[in-house]
């Protein structure tokens, strides 16, 4: 009798070895009581995106610290203060707070228009010209250029900015933007700010763009 119980023993603990090997087993409620966290898959990217510039924000002075027109007042307390911003991690709202503030008042904003157009490797595309709000340092486009663009880096768009004026119409920016900005926005499934203050000499700081897939 002893025997056979050892034996039992035996045969119990190697079936429960066997049996820790598979699956774990649902509880009482239906669910496995070990369960495995799955990783969620990320869809595939996009080939190219449709990309929309929508305004821009305008530094309230020129690079040299002149105003955009003649008799407005001085901006350098203005420009003193985007230059520190503009070192801040996430710039972006200081800026609109600036620009929108006490510290212009009295600043002549400029008459923005221009164009933009889609460069490849292969040369220029189509020219879509513009015009913006006048007087205002965040003008908004009429009408908003749209270009596709292809997310390997094979095209970008271009944009020209111009103050109207009488006589000689003062260049206010001219600047790129690309693929990575276009994911950017197309992750964030909104309006966007792209810097490009570095590109032009801080006359202009932001554009605002956004991005739709292409099917």
Known sequence: MRRWTWGFVVVCVLAEGCASKRAPRPS????????????????????????????????????????????????????G??????????????????????????????EIFGNARLVTWQGDGSIISFSAQRDTLTPQFAPQPRFQIDLSGSTRIEVHLLDEDLEFHDPVGHFQIGANEARVALRANRIVPVRVAEQTSRQVLFVNISAFAVP
């Open 28 to 79: 009482r409620l239906g669910f496995p009581r070990n369960p495995v966290a799955q990783a969620p898959v990320s869809p595939p990217e996009p080939r190219a995106v449709v990309v929309t510039l929508h305004s821009v924000l305008v530094s309230p002075a020129k690079t040299g610290g002149g105003g955009w027109d003649i008799g407005g007042r001085d901006a350098s307390q203005a420009m």
């Open 81 to 110: 203060a985007i230059g520190d911003a503009l070192r801040l991690p996430d710039p972006f709202p200081q800026i609109m707070a600036i620009l929108s503030g006490p510290l212009v008042n009295g600043v002549e904003r400029p």
